[in-house]
């Protein structure tokens, strides 16, 4: 009979703390909040001793000091990384100069487009290689835990989530985040592929999803269908807008997002033209010239 890990069910911020989230994991936050990363980066440690670092984080000193502290006396053997945008992986090359490690990761910033032709833009860490580049399905094995990689293209598409084994716990980066919904920025975020890996989730029996932001989910099943039908909502109030002749984005936004803050319209609508590049690439919708922010929209 399985035995069930006690996973904390949420986590009470110190910058610099070493929060105990379950037997074999740790968590230490960066001291970077804001509107898209809620309390902070949630750097992971998991094992004793010789251990894996999931997310280092910003290029901040004082959150590598704080690393540094956590990890006294330990030898870290796995960098993983679950996605290259600035708050997650730069931080990666120093801890590994002072601390060691190899890094793992699908590939550097865009490389899940790059046998499209996409070129993406230069909002994440373009310095960053794997040194182990890992695909769908493989493992990393360390002293006292074992990750399988699950490709999880979407919010960006190098995205990789990475599951430990011995607690049935899936570390989601940025795809499933504990407090808000995942911004998907086009041309490297692609709702489509967004939504499969939402599903391909699903499909999983987790016990639990530990966000980089956010505090850990203890109940995977009804909190990813609560997302993958947040998402269908958001796409059905988009077609909604484009039957009564809302055909620009800007527009769709002020309807769509009427009660959210202003400040994270910008954000909003790069969340409706990644909808609208979906809808178009199913063929349900077309855009009067190249598919933008500014463009006019229209059901077919």
């Known amino acids: 009979m399985a035995v069930a890990i006690p996973y904390v069910r949420a986590i009470d911020i110190e910058y610099g703390r070493v929060d105990r989230i379950s037997p074999l994991v740790r968590r230490v936050t960066a001291n970077n909040p804001s509107p898209f990363t809620y309390k902070g980066t949630g750097t992971y440690i998991v094992g004793r ?13 004082m959150h590598l000091a704080a690393l540094q502290r956590a990890l006294a006396g330990e030898r870290i053997a796995h960098i993983l990384i679950t996605h290259t945008h600035n708050d997650h992986s730069p931080l ?85 985040m504990g407090w808000s919904t995942t911004v998907i920025v086009p041309p490297d975020g692609d709702m489509r592929a967004y939504m499969a890996s939402l599903h391909k989730l699903a499909a999983r029996e987790d016990r639990a999803l530990l966000p980089t932001h956010g505090p850990p989910i203890t109940d995977p099943k009804p909190f990813l269908a609560a ?22 984005i800007p527009d769709m936004v002020a309807r769509i997002y009427a009660d959210v803050d202003p400040r994270l319209h910008p954000a909003a609508a790069l969340s409706v033209l990644a909808h609208l590049l979906k809808l178009i690439s199913e063929g349900r919708v077309v855009s009067e010239g190249a598919a933008t922010l500014s463009a006019r929209y229209t059901l077919i």
């Open 49 to 61: 001793g010789e251990v894996a670092v999931i997310d280092p984080g910003p290029l901040d000193r």
């Open 227 to 248: 997302l993958i039908a947040h998402r269908e909502e958001r796409e059905a109030q988009i077609i909604e807008c484009l039957q009564d002749g809302i055909a620009r």
């Open 92 to 176: 990666a090359r120093a801890l590994k100069e002072r601390l060691g490690g190899r890094t793992f990761g699908y590939g550097p910033h865009g490389s899940g487009k790059a046998l499209e032709g996409v070129i993406v833009e230069e909002g994440g860490d373009m310095e960053f290689a794997p040194d182990v580049a890992v695909k769908d399905g493989a493992l990393v094995v360390g002293q006292g835990y074992t990750f399988e990689c699950v490709y999880t293209p979407g919010h960006t598409s190098n995205h990789m989530c990475y599951a430990l084994r011995e607690e049935k716990a899936l570390f989601t980066g940025d795809h499933v």
